[in-house]
């Protein structure tokens, strides 16, 4: 798993954990660091005469450093991961020294030896939960005090606001917060509707900041949806052991790829064939490095997905899979079966970004200044303002055909379409 700054940041046992680790992130400080796809390693020159060894293992993440900090990750371990989310940890191939160290730890861990201070742990987890808490409950009143005093001035001072709090959140180690309010800055000035797309996003920040100090009030499923919103991680190797199992033909209905400046996401969406489930797998990679192997757009797999929790369950990791085969065009859904899918995964998780969408006997259609596909009863679904509607004629020619994609509130952005049982990626 890739990790953002806030996620590295959310992991540090304490602010001055945090801000030393920010100071350790400089990339003069490190000697060959490198990165394989289990875990990230580098030399740091300390204040001793030899320079300090770290290795983190990304499933955890758990880490290991020679230097006689007591505070788990230290501040070294901290560092390297900042330098690694700013995409300054190049792919590398693991020395010795980094295979031993796994292999030592791995060794431990299958004689059953507890942790190396499971009381500390414990106490790290408390203070991160009551740090998260109150920094939502600081979230909720400031949100309920700007909403008071009106947002006639969001559009000269609201940015600089919305970041200012975003800091605290990070301070608070709620990144999923952090990143609510950025995307609400984002918006600012944007559009002519930019003032009502801006109350939304509040309003969705409001509700988790108002859950997330309610949490132990919450049915099990809903409460690990607001913590996954939160930015609390999951362990890979706890979905693997503990998500629910569902075995089907899973086809890929449609990837799409997010490049930024720190990181390239995959999103590849899957659609139960016997159970009609949907389900996301996710993939990243630095910039500028290849992404792990693509399943084929079209092509079914066969085997079991592990899902991760929550109260309406989406991503998964592959647990027991075969490889693909070609598949026979899906059947899809009319606009409001879509629609009437998406309300009822809106009903278990209102921040959902993003749903799948598999529609069949959908025509493309100019819709004002934009498009929109229609199907056979006339209802329609516009497209999202920036999509390249060519391609997607250009296999139609304007016919009905079966797409999939991922329905946003900004609209539709097909991913695939199918020309009778050919897939095309768009």
Same mark, same amino acid.
């Given at each position: 798993?890739?990790? *953002? /700054?806030?996620?590295?940041?959310?992991?540090?046992?304490?602010?001055?954990?945090?801000?030393?680790?920010?100071?350790? &992130?400089?990339?003069?400080? !490190?000697?060959?660091?490198? #990165?394989?796809?289990?875990?990230?390693?580098?030399?740091?020159?300390?204040?001793?005469?030899?320079?300090?060894?770290?290795?983190?293992?990304?499933?955890?993440?758990?880490?290991?450093?020679?230097?006689?900090?007591?505070?788990?990750?230290?501040?070294?371990?901290?560092?390297?991961?900042?330098?690694?989310?700013?995409?300054?940890?190049?792919?590398?191939?693991?020395?010795? !020294?980094?295979?031993?160290?796994?292999?030592?730890?791995? &060794?431990?861990?299958?004689?059953?030896?507890?942790?190396?201070?499971?009381?500390?742990?414990?106490?790290?987890?408390?203070?991160?939960?009551?740090?998260? =808490?109150?920094?939502?409950?600081?979230?909720?009143?400031?949100?309920?005090?700007?909403?008071?005093?009106?947002?006639?001035? &969001?559009?000269?001072?609201?940015?600089?606001?919305?970041?200012?709090?975003?800091?605290?959140?990070?301070?608070?180690? #709620?990144?999923?917060?952090? *990143?609510?309010? @950025?995307?609400?800055?984002?918006?600012?000035?944007?559009?002519?509707?930019?003032?009502?797309?801006?109350?939304?996003?509040?309003?969705?920040?409001?509700?988790?900041?108002?859950?997330?100090?309610?949490?132990?009030?919450?049915?099990?499923?809903?409460?690990?949806?607001?913590?996954? @919103? %939160?930015?609390?991680?999951? =362990?890979?190797?706890?979905?693997?052991?503990?998500?629910?199992?569902?075995?089907?033909?899973?086809?890929?209905?449609?990837?799409?790829?997010?490049?930024? =400046?720190? %990181?390239?996401? @995959?999103?590849?969406?899957?659609?139960?064939?016997?159970?009609?489930?949907?389900?996301?797998?996710?993939?990243?990679?630095?910039?500028?490095?290849?992404?792990?192997?693509?399943?084929?757009?079209?092509?079914?797999?066969?085997?079991?997905?592990?899902?991760?929790?929550?109260?309406?369950? %989406?991503?998964?990791?592959? #647990?027991?899979?075969?490889?693909?085969?070609?598949?026979?065009?899906?059947?899809?859904?009319?606009?409001?079966?879509?629609?009437? *899918?998406?309300?009822? #995964?809106?009903?278990?998780?209102?921040?959902?970004?993003?749903?799948?969408?598999?529609? &069949?006997?959908?025509?493309?259609?100019?819709?004002?200044?934009? !498009?929109?596909?229609?199907?056979?009863?006339?209802?329609?679904?516009?497209?999202?303002?920036?999509?390249?509607?060519?391609?997607?004629?250009?296999?139609?020619?304007?016919?009905?055909?079966?797409?999939?994609?991922?329905?946003? /509130?900004?609209?539709?952005?097909?991913?695939?379409? !199918?020309?009778?049982? @050919?897939?095309?990626?768009?």
């Amino acid at each position: 798993m890739w990790w *953002s /700054v806030e996620q590295v940041l959310a992991l540090a046992p304490d602010p001055v954990a945090a801000a030393a680790g920010r100071e350790q &992130a400089a990339p003069a400080r !490190w000697n060959e660091p490198g #990165a394989s796809d289990a875990a990230v390693w580098g030399e740091c020159q300390g204040s001793g005469k030899h320079p300090y060894r770290v290795v983190v293992e990304l499933a955890g993440p758990a880490s290991r450093c020679s230097c006689p900090s007591r505070k788990l990750p230290c501040k070294h371990a901290l560092g390297l991961l900042l330098l690694r989310a700013r995409g300054g940890v190049p792919a590398a191939e693991e020395p010795e !020294w980094v295979r031993t160290a796994r292999t030592e730890r791995r &060794a431990t861990r299958t004689a059953g030896d507890p942790p190396r201070d499971p009381e500390a742990a414990a106490r790290r987890a408390e203070q991160r939960a009551q740090r998260v =808490e109150a920094g939502a409950a600081e979230l909720r009143e400031w949100l309920v005090d700007r909403i008071r005093g009106g947002l006639g001035s &969001a559009a000269t001072d609201g940015v600089e606001e919305l970041h200012g709090v975003a800091a605290r959140m990070v301070d608070a180690q #709620a990144p999923g917060l952090a *990143s609510g309010l @950025r995307r609400a800055a984002g918006g600012i000035g944007r559009g002519r509707d930019w003032p009502g797309r801006l109350l939304s996003e509040l309003a969705l920040l409001h509700v988790l900041a108002e859950a997330g100090t309610r949490l132990a009030e919450l049915p099990t499923d809903l409460a690990a949806t607001v913590r996954t @919103r %939160l930015g609390f991680p999951v =362990e890979t190797a706890d979905v693997r052991a503990n998500g629910e199992r569902v075995a089907d033909d899973w086809l890929v209905a449609g990837i799409a790829d997010e490049v930024t =400046e720190r %990181l390239t996401t @995959r999103r590849t969406w899957l659609h139960g064939q016997a159970s009609g489930r949907p389900a996301l797998l996710l993939s990243f990679a630095p910039p500028g490095q290849p992404l792990p192997g693509v399943l084929p757009v079209g092509h079914r797999v066969r085997g079991e997905l592990a899902f991760y929790p929550g109260a309406a369950p %989406l991503r998964a990791l592959a #647990a027991d899979v075969d490889e693909p085969v070609r598949s026979p065009p899906p059947v899809g859904d009319g606009v409001g079966a879509a629609l009437a *899918s998406f309300a009822a #995964a809106l009903a278990g998780d209102p921040w959902l970004d993003r749903w799948p969408l598999l529609l &069949a006997g959908v025509a493309p259609v100019p819709d004002g200044d934009g !498009w929109a596909l229609v199907d056979a009863d006339g209802a329609a679904l516009p497209l999202a303002a920036r999509v390249d509607v060519w391609p997607l004629l250009a296999v139609s020619a304007g016919a009905p055909v079966t797409v999939a994609g991922e329905w946003t /509130v900004g609209g539709l952005r097909p991913l695939t379409v !199918w020309d009778q049982d @050919r897939a095309v990626r768009l």
